[in-house]
Nanobody, 129 residues
């Protein structure tokens, strides 16, 4: 059974930082793409960043230069380091996994929630000015 559990969310002031974690299990024997998405009530869930099995990373434009996705294989944990946070970053952040398919993540144009089959429950990030 694939399980993803996010943690690390919270409230910070604009300009602050947070490090989100996603504890993963049940996928070690499968090639995988791991990703972070975020969603604000009333809006569609959008991609933040992804990392392939080979370590290749991709970021949405708004995240480039501020956010960093990484993975600790020994701990089976996915991370999202978020710096220079702004109020518009306020959202529920979700960890997602895509298994098989050579472990490659979708390209930017195909970075949709429907491409990922497994999800965590989410962790809330709130940024105040």
């Amino acid at each position: 059974q694939v399980q993803l559990v996010e943690s690390g969310g919270g409230s910070v002031q604009a300009g602050g930082s947070l490090r989100l974690s996603c504890a993963a299990s049940g996928y070690s024997n499968n090639a995988h793409c791991m990703a972070w998405f975020r969603q604000v009530p009333g809006k569609e869930r959008e991609g933040v960043a992804s990392i392939d099995s080979d370590g290749t990373t991709r970021y949405l434009d708004y995240a480039k230069g501020r956010f960093t996705i990484s993975q600790d294989n020994a701990k089976n944990t996915l991370y999202l380091q978020m710096n220079s946070l702004q109020p518009e970053d306020t959202a529920m952040y979700y960890c997602a996994a895509r298994l098989g398919r050579g472990g490659y993540c979708p390209t930017s144009s195909l970075f949709w929630p429907a491409m990922f089959g497994y999800w965590g429950r989410g962790t809330q990030v709130t940024v105040s000015s």
